[in-house]
Structure formats: C-alpha cells, structure tokens
C-alpha cells in the first residue's frame, strides 16, 4: 500500500480521514524500563499544554521536549499514596486517589489540556482495582460481574480525554511476561511462553489509535508502530521503526493521517 502523500490542509483530507480528526487521537506507548517510553509520550506537548499523569513518578527522569514552549506546557497532575494493610484499608486509601485522580483528567481535558499522559496506564489499572476491591486479584465465581462495573469505569475515564472531549491521549504500559497453563504430571501449572505483553487493561489495544514499543538497539533509542488505525496510512506504517526526530507524537499522526505537522501541531 503507497503512503498518502501529506496534504496541506485538514479540509483537503479524504472524509474518512477528518471523520478521524474530530475526537482526539489515543496512543498507547509500551515497552521495557528504561526504554524512552515517558520522553515520547512528553512530546505530546509540542501540540499544546499537556497534563502529565505522573502515577510513576517519571517526569523527572523522562528527556523533556525540545522547545521551551513545549516545556512550559506541561502540567503534572501528581497521584500520591500508600496501599494499608488489609482490603478495606486499602479501598479507603485507593478508591478516593484514584477518583481524585480521574476528575482532574477529566477537568484538565475539559478546560486548558490539549492532551493527557498517563503514565503508567499498568498503575492506573491497579489503583482503580485497589480502589474497588481492595486486591489485585480479588476472588469470586462470577468475575465479568464482578469487573464488569469496574471496567465500564475504566473505560469513560479514558474516554472521557479523547471522546467526550476531543483532546489527545497518550498511555504507557510496562511489558510483562506472558504466561500459559500447561497440565504437567496431573498438575496445572503456569509457565513461561517467551513472550511480552503490556500489563493493565486489556481492552486498550482496542481502544487506542495506535501502539507504539519503545527499546533501545546499541543505546539507540528507537520505537516500533506496533499497530496503527488511523487512515488513510495506518496500516501499512505497521511494523516501521521510528528514530531521532521521528520520535515525536506530532510526526507519527501525520505520517498516519497524511497531514503535515505544522497545520495542527502549533
């Protein structure tokens, strides 16, 4: 498939294209520690003031964008606290940081924030889920009844930035050993596949535009389109490897949507 050359104007896109452009773009950025996962997703702030959910507390550790504009714009919209022994004590630690939490990204969204970070999104899946149940991994024979209120939470927080909205969103995701359940000897027994997948949620590769993973190759930072919706290019940027200046939010929705950078990133 040949990639759309980029056109000059929003108005000039193909229908399907601006149909795309009238909510805001969700990216989702996984990848290893240390891999440049919070840096790509701080250039977000090259289109506009940001607020940085800092659940990971990486803002600090994280290369920040290259103009002083983009550094004055972002805002970071801090989430502290402590997990207490026991499950109730812990809902009633986590359950009002992580409401707290959802209703400043739902305000910054609403007035000044041209997009949100969360990072980690892994962390905001886990504060949500101490919140309601007090555990990780709460128990009960009936799960989809049991997750399924959570999870309709979950989703109106995140849809709440891009949809309800229309400002951006960028989440990031650690990766994780993916395991399978083997019988040995009689036994059922986790193991191992080999594999990485991102922690948290899993409905976000639904949700999102695109994902992008982050790793580095000879101390290079580098990034992968792992999967991308937007048309009319998405698809067949699959499987491109983004470096230096390319590693840029902006960059990678125009080269997906045909634009240039410049008639919407200001």
């Known amino acids: 498939m040949a990639i759309t050359k980029p056109t000059s104007k929003w108005e000039d896109l193909p229908d399907s294209s601006v149909a795309v452009m009238r909510r805001g773009i969700f990216m989702d950025i996984v990848g290893l520690e240390g891999q440049g996962k919070s840096s790509l997703a701080m250039t977000l702030a090259h289109v506009g003031p940001i607020g940085f959910v800092d659940i990971d507390q990486s803002s600090d550790r994280a290369r920040r964008p290259d103009t002083k504009k983009a550094k004055a714009g972002i805002k970071v919209l801090p989430v502290r606290y402590a997990v207490a022994p026991g499950e109730d004590a812990t809902k009633s630690v986590c359950g009002p940081a992580w409401l707290r939490m959802a209703n400043q990204v739902e305000e910054a969204a609403k007035s000044w924030a041209k997009g949100i970070v969360i990072d980690t999104g892994t962390e905001d899946w886990e504060l949500i889920r101490l919140g309601s149940f007090g555990t990780l991994n709460p128990k009960g024979n009936r799960m989809d009844r049991l997750y399924g209120p959570v999870n309709a939470r979950y989703r109106t927080h995140l849809r ?7 400002k951006h969103l960028v989440t990031i995701h650690q990766l994780k050993d ?8 009689g036994q059922k027994q986790s193991i191992k596949t080999g594999k990485q997948v991102p922690g948290g949620f899993k409905e976000i590769g639904y949700l999102a535009d695109m994902r992008i993973r982050c790793f580095r190759e000879k101390g ?6 792992v999967l991308c919706k937007l048309a009319p290019n998405g698809p067949a940027l699959e499987g491109q490897v983004l470096e230096d200046d390319q590693l840029d939010f902006a960059y990678i929705v125009a080269l997906a949507t045909g634009t240039e950078r410049e008639d919407w990133a200001k």
């Open 160 to 166: 709440s930035v891009y949809r309800a909205n229309s």
């Open 220 to 225: 290079d930072f580098k990034a992968e389109i």
């Open 178 to 185: 993916e395991y399978k359940d083997v019988m040995i000897d």
